[in-house]
């Protein structure tokens, strides 16, 4: 779990020393949160703690303790990353450094792109997933990881799913893993979930589980309750690892999900209310290769198809309108291939990595009683991009050079675009002293412009009726990003056996064309009483000369077996030209302060575990014209776990212990008061 922010790295430290230590008292203390391992920076698996970019990583031990509602709230918890979300529906949308949106944040599911979008009174680029069967979260912040696909200016949140290697214990020939989870308090519900994994032999493994989840509308700390905030989901996996030969793996798996849920619009509980179902399919095939005799074979190659349905039923108007359908649906096909060919050079040793990702999104739009189909246009995109990444480490010195290019088109009715550009990475790191790192990297990103940005298009419904005005001529976005960070990395500190690790990071991000909506509302738009009101008046997406967010974010975890602590923090300014008063505006998706500090003990040879957590959140004041500021919160948060054995464990978790009445900047309603979750996990195999 690597960089993870305060908060996480606490859980997933004394969540996962408990249940390790109960396993085998005899081994080594178990890993602590920076010392996770990543991909995502640079495709060349690597503890966090030493990747030279701004990472972190959520493990399957800190997801189970915490049993989150919502996949998004894991995400909170963790510096410069936040989540965008509408309460009545399950869909999370992730900020990472103050850029989301259309893809400016590239979220994978076992490699799977995920890109559905809907357009309207939120977020522009979502994804539908619950944590039950996540086994790894792998986040990196920045362009840094522009070798990890085509559009991630802002970053790249990578999900991995269980594999039977999470149930079946060495020597196993089948396991089983069940779990439920109940929710007290301003939120009720309920969710279970069962996982059997078989070994056919050393060449075959299978797993299989489902899961269902019933959440009822919840109440804020005031006890004022947000209708249509509940959900019922049901979800299946399965998975085939094939190992035909020493280092060779074939993996094969599929992710189903249902949702079901019911909402007004955004914000307006007078406006349409309709019953929503969104179902998602995800698969796909990866072989890889890697053996320590083979230097020269480090292969993945990864194929997958992906999609999201959403279809609506309206629920409310007149007797003509009411039961009206509208539909919103993605695929996505695609695949990446990368290698990584590793040389001694003299003293020095250079790993070079090189590859390909391609992708292809068709868009189908229908809404026969209404206008979403010009919000949301149908339409098709393919975009694809090469690399190559060479990393030479010689003493106390690393340099990574890196190249990519990437290339797209675009199409929908009369209108087409298309567009490509080389992008370059350069990091230099030194260690001067053991333990202590520093680095500095600049680094590119390219993302093409979304379907709906280019081709939206038609008239807002009565009675705001302005015009839709599409954009064939926008310019893909060009994030230029300055970072410069420390790593630290200490054992036996101060205490026999103890670990401290730490990530600091400054940064600047200019993105050049950066891609938002203007408006111009003639005065009276959207009176009904005043004919033709909003004549004149617009919508479209444009590009605008430069946008500009600085920041700094930092964590740091201290482990001392018997006791632990950990802090966390970011900040970011962002600022962008205004093409309809040219001057400079503060950005509408920078994020607030943050401060997260974190601690716990644990007991009985590490089988009882507490911890707290305590989150300050500062306000939210500099938003352009038309945006809702947000107040300042803090919140307190109560988790604790006992291992009766190797295989049986209980937790508990309060949130918002004070029963805060708050709301997260650009969410539309507050968030829930007091919740706790007391569950169960058990696994049995032979």
């Not at 260690?431 to 093409?448: D, H």
């Not at 997260?596 to 938003?623: I, M, P, S, W």
Request: charged letters at 20%.
């Amino acid at each position: 779990m690597a960089a993870a922010a305060a908060s996480v790295s606490v859980a997933a430290i004394a969540a996962g020393s408990a249940q390790v230590f109960a396993q085998t008292q005899q081994q080594a203390a178990p890993p602590v949160a920076l010392d996770e391992i990543t991909v995502t920076a640079t495709k060349d698996p690597q503890q966090a703690i030493d990747a030279l970019a701004s990472v972190s990583v959520i493990n399957r031990t800190e997801i189970r303790q915490r049993q989150e509602q919502r996949t998004g709230t894991l995400l909170n918890q963790l510096p410069n990353v936040e989540t965008n979300e509408n309460q009545r529906d399950p869909a999370t949308a992730v900020n990472i450094r103050g850029l989301q949106d259309f893809g400016r944040v590239a979220v994978t599911v076992d490699g799977a792109r995920q890109n559905f979008q809907t357009s309207g009174h939120n977020a522009n680029g979502v994804f539908y997933l619950d944590p039950a069967f996540v086994r790894s979260i792998d986040i990196t912040r920045g362009p840094v990881a522009n070798i990890y696909g085509s559009g991630a200016i802002g970053g790249v949140v990578s999900f991995e799913t269980v594999d039977p290697k999470d149930i079946l214990l060495p020597g196993e020939k089948f396991a089983a893993e069940l779990g439920g989870t109940a929710v007290f308090g301003r939120q009720t519900g309920y969710y279970i979930s069962a996982l059997q994994a078989l070994r056919a032999n050393e060449m075959l493994e299978t797993m299989a589980g489902v899961t269902y989840k019933r959440l009822n509308d919840y109440k804020d700390g005031d006890g004022v309750k947000v209708g249509d905030s509940g959900q019922d989901l049901k979800s299946a996996i399965g998975k085939i690892v094939i190992n035909p030969a020493e280092g060779h793996q074939i993996k094969i798996g599929g992710l189903y999900q249902n949702y079901d849920f019911s909402s007004f619009g955004v914000g307006d509980s007078g406006s349409i209310r309709r019953q929503s179902e969104v179902t998602t399919t995800n698969l796909f095939a990866r072989y890889t290769f890697s053996r320590p005799d083979n230097p020269w074979l480090n292969l993945s190659a990864n194929a997958y198809i992906t999609s999201t349905d959403l279809d609506q039923t309206r629920l409310t108007g007149s007797a003509t309108t009411r039961g009206q359908k509208r539909s919103f649906a993605i695929r996505t096909s695609g695949f990446d291939i990368n290698n990584t060919t590793r040389f001694d050079i003299g003293p020095a040793l250079l790993s070079l990595t090189y590859g390909g990702d391609y992708f292809h999104d068709v868009v189908n739009t229908r809404d026969g009683g209404g206008s979403a189909d010009k919000f949301t246009p149908s339409g098709t995109r393919s975009v694809y991009g090469a690399f190559v990444q060479a990393h030479l480490k010689w003493s106390i010195v690393d340099v990574i050079g890196g190249l990519r290019y990437d290339g797209y088109d675009l199409s929908g009715g009369a209108v087409s675009s298309d567009g490509n550009r080389l992008s370059p990475k350069i990091t230099l790191g030194v260690t001067p002293l053991a333990g202590i790192q520093f680095y500095g990297t600049y680094a590119e990103g390219y993302r093409a412009p979304a379907i709906s940005e280019t081709l939206i298009n038609g008239l807002h419904p009565a009675p705001a009726s302005f015009q839709f005005i599409p954009n064939p001529n926008l310019r893909p976005e060009i994030g230029k990003t300055l970072e410069a960070g420390v790593n630290l990395k200490f054992d036996d500190l101060f205490l026999q056996g103890d670990r401290l690790r730490g990530k600091a990071t400054v940064f600047r991000n200019n993105v050049d064309d950066y891609i938002d909506g203007v408006s111009y509302f003639s005065p009276g738009c959207g009176n009904p009483f005043i004919p033709n009101a909003c004549a004149g008046s617009y919508y479209t997406y444009v590009n605008k000369a430069n946008a500009r967010i600085t920041g700094a974010e930092a964590e740091l975890v201290y482990d001392a077996r018997r006791w632990f602590a950990s802090l966390s923090g970011s900040v970011t300014r962002g600022d962008g030209d205004d093409p309809t008063t040219g001057q400079r505006a503060p950005l509408s998706s920078i994020y607030p302060s943050k401060l997260t500090l974190g601690g716990g003990v644990r007991f009985f040879d590490e089988k009882l575990l507490l911890g707290a957590r305590v989150t300050f959140v500062g306000a939210q004041t500099r938003v352009p014209a038309g945006f809702t500021p947000s107040k300042e919160f803090q919140l307190v948060d109560l988790y604790g776990s006992y291992q009766f054995t190797p295989d049986t464990r209980a937790f508990v978790q309060i949130d918002n212990v004070g029963d805060v009445r708050y709301r997260r900047y650009r969410d539309v309603e507050n968030s829930p008061g007091i919740v706790a979750k007391v569950g169960f996990s058990t696994r049995f195999g032979g």
